[in-house]
């Protein structure tokens, strides 16, 4: 989800992301990420805007499918850039647009009382998303 304002050429938003996925050897994937956002728009009827996210926070969690334990992360790291077209009518605009984000969640390891265990390996998410929205001109 994306909350974004534009005053005059320039933006600020937020961006939140979820993401959960099941491996093939039945191991549960959840990851969450948030951004501050950034934009420069040109343009009056027909506008293009431009911006990058800068993360704010995140955590990731993978449970294993055997034993069902689970390991949350300690940090993560990445950004994300995104583009959108609009086309302005009254007071109204219609928003089409992309984003691509790049992510890196590290330092999993399990919430044991006694002892601790890690998993070395971090996880990496990358892709694109299909922006679609309503702007308001006031």
Known sequence: STFHVIWKEFGFGLNNMNYKTKSSSNNDY???SSTY???????????ITGGIGFLSGGSGEITLGSSRTKYK???VSGNGIFGIGGMEWESFEGLIGIRYDSLKYSGFKTAGTLQ???????YSISGVQILFGLGLSF
Do not use: F
């Open 30 to 32: 959840s990851m969450k």
């Open 37 to 47: 956002d950034l934009s420069y728009t040109h343009g009056e009827d027909w506008t």
């Open 73 to 75: 992360s300690s940090g």
């Open 116 to 122: 601790s265990q890690t998993i070395s390996e971090t």
